[in-house]
């Protein structure tokens, strides 16, 4: 059998049964205002404004008049804190579009910082974009490097040998190729003498100003395919060579 109480402290009216009643000598909380009260006190036969007796709570724990106090005090901090909470939430609500602000700007950016750092790459897989990027780059200052895929370059065939007429100086000719089908930096040449034991005697590293006949080509690099003969004289006086070793690098 249901009954009707009052809250005393909002004049709320909720539908309770007997059993609940009963539970903790009728002490229940007004699910309206949260006031602790004694349905049994406040129960009336009048049903003008009923809620369901689902928003009656009726407390965990037993509630004694002495403990009263304390309740209501709880009841407060329940509001406090869902005062706090709805504080919490909407700054939780503003720290989660901070944080997709700060992940959107990290990845626009990381996402520039990769076609800055990328840029050459870019251009080798994306032969196109090559306008647009030395565009953007003139405008903010960068330069656009030819590739650098040593792989890529190979030394075709060389030989070294030593000149007939100027005891002590070595002619190194060799062939190099660009198979990548791109345009690429010109790379260093190095080039070790060995003696009969294989071990080093004489190490030089030659960069394409020095190895190159014609300098205006090192801006645009070694082109796709292309095949380029170097000749080079190293005077290798007082070094007795048996061997040598030629390495390509940036
Ligand atoms: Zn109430």
Partial sequence: MSVITN????QTQFIVTETQLDQHNGQVRCGHCLHVFNAIN???????EIYTTEELEIPKKEITNTTRNNVQEVAIKNNQ??????????????????????????????GL???????????????NS??????????????????KKIDLIVIDDSDIHEDENYLGVIHLSSTLINRGNFSQTYPNLELTLTDNEDKPKL????????????????????????????????????????????????
């Fill in 203 to 250: 190490r030089r590293i030659f960069k394409p100003v020095e190895y190159l006949t014609d300098q205006s080509n090192i801006a645009n690099g070694l082109a796709a395919g292309e095949e380029i003969k170097i000749k080079l004289a190293i005077n290798a006086q007082n070094t007795t060579v048996a061997g040598y070793r030629l390495f390509l690098s940036y």
């Fill in 113 to 127: 910082q990769s076609i800055y750092f990328l840029r050459t790459e870019i251009t080798i897989y994306y032969p």
């Fill in 42 to 48: 406040e129960l009336i036969d009048s049903n003008s």
């Fill in 7 to 10: 809250c005393p402290s909002c």
């Fill in 81 to 110: 804190d869902r005062y706090f909470n709805d504080i919490n939430n909407s700054s939780k609500k503003k720290n989660s579009k901070l944080t997709n602000l700060l992940i959107f700007t990290l990845v626009f950016i990381g």
């Fill in 130 to 147: 090559k306008n647009y990027l030395l565009k953007i780059c003139k405008a903010i200052g960068c330069n656009i490097d030819l590739p």
